[in-house]
């Protein structure tokens, strides 16, 4: 594997790479999917891709013409302009080798093509390369800290060239690495970069925060008849805790998330009034239409940028650099600061949890944007409470009455925070299904929101009789993974 940047200028980047890969395996379908991607700011120049034996043998050539040529949309983006060429190499005859080469040219230069040599399958890596050539010198270009240590800098007369050789890696070395928390994908940055146009600089976090800024410019605009429907839901309240609460009920009853990546419209939120008159939009969206709602309310609250996930990136303080996917909100009030997850239609308010709770965040502030830390979620705030009675032990099959209460990132067990709107007959269905092992005919007796539950239930599993003796398993609930990390982390410390 060998993978070249160019760095011409700021409007212009070169890439290329060429794999050699030998498939041992007619099943490993992970290895034989080509796959290449491109964009409204990146072409594709010229592709490579042959098929040979171990012999040296040339056995087929792929065109380009006999390539899908698909939309990069999934399960939560409905709408972008990025497209992948793919092709599935699927020979007959084990093994054979395939050989890929292409190269792309990119506009923009605020995202530069990344390198890494693990991989999640079962994959050996003989050698692997990476050469990063910056023709334009005055624009320095740095690197994200990874488990390849510092690249070999090489100055010439009219570049400066940066270099990685990695060899001879393992699948155990690669599963040892994807179950740590190491980085091992190399991003190079440029300390001055643009989009679609729009120049920014990424030597600050407030530079950063000023180009967010400026993308953000202009699209916190209501009219007039809008406002008026903002302040009608606002009323007479006086409490700006309860103005917030209200809007976010509003956000939350009225506006559906939908991921729209278009262009720079992946980091440039759409306007507020289309999310008005169309009742949706993504994360940027969401939030910047809630920060209009409250500016119309003369409550100011704060855009800020995030990586959401319960495995977040690690976000290096004194290295500016873009490992954020998510946006949210933040409100400062006196004496608390409350964090607005904009894309729920279910979570409680100010609820944040395992997705974007206890890391580091931008927010964006033009001049005083900053990094930030979201709200930690400690033990002693994660409960899940559970108070069991189990009666007519005499009988073959006892009932069993569950009192549950849950807190902090405890409303996260069985994603009851998603499913937390859900009538009762589905909900009860919903927890029968996915929840308590060994449990039958649960029935639901109440539900106080937001996290107070009463069950009954009987489970010809959990008892067990022999002669006089009765054995109750009350193991009947478990803590979710998130709770289990996060303890096991809160107790090391």
Known sequence: ??????????????????IVSAILDRNDKNETEFIVCYDKFTKIEDIILEIW???GKKVKSVKKKEMQDISAVNESTIATDVRCLTYECNENLVPYIIKTEYSTISS???HIDSHSPIYPTNTSIIKSNFLVINHDTMNKVRFNETIWGQPNIEKKLETI?????MTGITPAFCKKILESESSHIITPILESFQMDNVEGEMKTWKSFGQWLSKLNEGMDILDEKTQVEIKAIAGL???KKAIVRKLYNYLQDNMRYVSIQLGIGGF?????QDVHNYKYGDCKALSNYMKTMLNIVDIPSNYIIIMGGQNPRYVNIQKPHNPFNHAILAVPLEGDTIFLECTSQTNPFGYQGSFTGNRMALLVDGENSKLIKTKSYTYKDNIISNNIDITDLNELLPSIRLKQTLSGIGIEYLNYHFIS???DDKFAAYVLDNGFEGIDKLKLVQRNYPYNYEYTFSSSKKILKTG?????????VGLPQSIRSDLGKEIKK
Request: charged share 25%; proline share 8%.
């Open 1 to 18: 594997m060998h993978d070249q940047i160019e760095i011409f200028n700021k409007n212009k980047i070169h890439y290329s790479t060429k």
């Open 53 to 55: 034996t171990p012999e």
């Open 108 to 110: 923009q230069s605020f």
């Open 161 to 165: 060239n940066y270099s990685w050789e």
């Open 237 to 239: 309240e006086t409490d």
């Open 268 to 272: 440039k939120p759409m306007p507020a």
């Open 421 to 423: 709107a859900l009538p």
């Open 468 to 476: 006089s003796r009765i054995f109750v398993d009350v193991n009947i």
